[in-house]
DNA sequence: CTAAAAAATTAAACTGGTTGAAGAAATTAT
DNA sequence: ATAATTTCTTCAACCAGTTTAATTTTTTAG
């Protein structure tokens, strides 16, 4: 049934025969996570990408003041790691942990390459993911520079309506790189008008 | 000679053989951009990938109040182009011009997926450079939201040193998200300790 | 259900970075 | 070479967003 969520997620971009799925689902691994446990910490090596059916992940980095910055949030249907750790095998600079009770599918690097060699086209679904992802990083970075903190805020809650219910809003402010007290300030002043 | 640039980049991630290194130069056509030409503008599509065997693009955005913010500049042995333009074919935000003479090999949709076809083993290679490119990214994301403007800076020209002897300060500020006016004080402050 | 902990709000003082304007220096075109 | 244009510098007034700290509200754990 939630798996039905990754096919989906597929069959966007490429199509599976049946075997080829099972392939897939043979080489996938089940694990859940409860909210606030860690997946990866800095300074451990990401051994895996991981698929959300249920929950939501933030990955995030701890300045030298202690301060967290949101690198990026996922929700169901979405893919997140550490994809330099895991590309390069080195240590990450990165946590990823749990907004929420979280349901994953994991796969590990030699299963992944397995995957590739053994049905090519996975490689090609795994550099269109990629590319999206790319592409929304780049918009981020775009916004980031051209918006007003007023205008990031109002463009994440139109884009994300569902997660900025679902998480405090400080994670919002550590995503959109300002303090929550600002982006109390914010909603107040929003709110008036 | 300067053909070999790219065949290094290459080389440093998949092994060509002769026949299909030929493939790959008969799909790819030289251009040259003289200094401030445009190789791409906001509502163009963004046609070809583009390597540069010599000079240096800017890749930017022109905001409402008409400022222009730097998504990423590219230099000898980079690769630059939309890519969300390029693979969805949809017209950019962006513009492309050169900050020097430039010279470019440029290959197309059409010629990059016969190339793909051909020889599977690019695929895996535009995979790796899309993966660079993104961890690039995510590090400036993080940098963004992490770093001061002076920390920055630094970073900038401790990363690229070349960089900023061949490109106006402005660009730089464009780039790091900051005003000329202001970059000029941080240069003087810092030359000042 | 209650106590404890975490998150959100408010206000005031403060700071990092902007704005505008004017002159100096460097680059470009003729 | 010279004029025209673009870039860089400097200064002072200004503003967007931070900081600190106290209070309230919400969430979590037992």
Not at 14 to 28: D, G, Q, R, V
Not at 48 to 65: A, H, P, Q, V, W
Request: aromatic share 14%.
């Amino acid at each position: 049934m939630k798996d039905e969520l990754l096919l989906e997620n597929i069959e966007r971009y490429i199509h599976l025969e049946k075997e080829e799925a099972n392939l897939l689902y043979s080489l996938l691994t089940p694990r859940s996570l409860k909210k606030k446990a860690f997946l990866l910490r800095q300074g451990e090596i990401c051994k895996t990408e991981n698929f959300i059916t249920k929950g939501c992940l933030r990955m995030y980095s701890i300045d030298e003041g202690g301060f967290e910055h949101i690198v990026m949030f996922g929700v169901e249907g979405w893919w997140v790691s550490d994809l330099f750790s895991f590309f390069t095998e080195t240590t990450s600079e990165y946590y990823i942990d749990a907004l929420e009770d979280t349901e994953l599918l994991q796969i590990s690097k030699p299963d992944l390459e397995r995957l590739y060699e053994q049905v090519p086209k996975f490689e090609r679904f795994f550099r269109i993911l990629l590319q999206n992802a790319f592409v929304a990083q780049q918009r981020r970075i775009n916004q980031n520079l051209s918006f007003t903190a007023e205008q990031r805020y109002l463009d994440f809650i139109k884009k994300y309506p569902q997660l900025e219910q679902r998480i405090p809003q400080k994670q919002v402010a550590a995503y959109l790189g300002f303090t929550p007290v600002f982006l109390s300030m914010l909603r107040k002043k929003l709110s008036r008008q």
